[in-house]
Nanobody, 123 residues
Framework: QVQLVESGGGLVQAGGSLRLSCAAS????????MGWFRQAPGKERLLVAG????????YYPDSVKGRFTISRDNAKNTVYLQMNSLKPEDTAVYYC????????????????WGQGTQVTVSS
């Protein structure tokens, strides 16, 4: 069992930056692929960044590539999402999630989820 708690969301102007953090409980954090998803009102939840157990593989969709960076600190049981050059369309609830499968880039691979943190980007 893994419990995930996100933090770092908030209100930011377009062009600004935010760093989200996700703290995980449990001793096996380093065994999970970690992902950040987002869900805007009325839209489906989408993966915006994923990182493998070791941090050696990462995934970004084209919509955030070059602007978002995922990283992890296995010693601190924490995964981060650095978001730069934010746009109003990045506004959403951001969720942290964990998957057992290595390099899991599909939502159905994720079995543990946090409660989410709101990110609002004003124009």
């Amino acid at each position: 069992q893994v419990q995930l708690v996100e933090s770092g969301g908030g209100l930011v102007q377009a062009g600004g930056s935010l760093r989200l953090s996700c703290a995980a409980s449990g001793r096996t954090f380093s065994s999970y692929t970690m992902g950040w998803f987002r869900q805007a009102p009325g839209k489906e939840r989408l993966l915006v960044a994923g990182i493998s157990w070791s941090g050696g593989d990462a995934y970004y969709p084209d919509s955030v590539k070059g602007r978002f960076t995922i990283s992890r600190d296995n010693a601190k049981n924490t995964v981060y999402l650095q978001m730069n050059s934010l746009k109003p369309e990045d506004t959403a609830v951001y969720y942290c999630a964990a998957a057992v499968k290595y390099s899991a880039w599909v939502q159905t691979d994720y079995i543990y989820w946090g409660q989410g943190t709101q990110v609002t980007v004003s124009s």
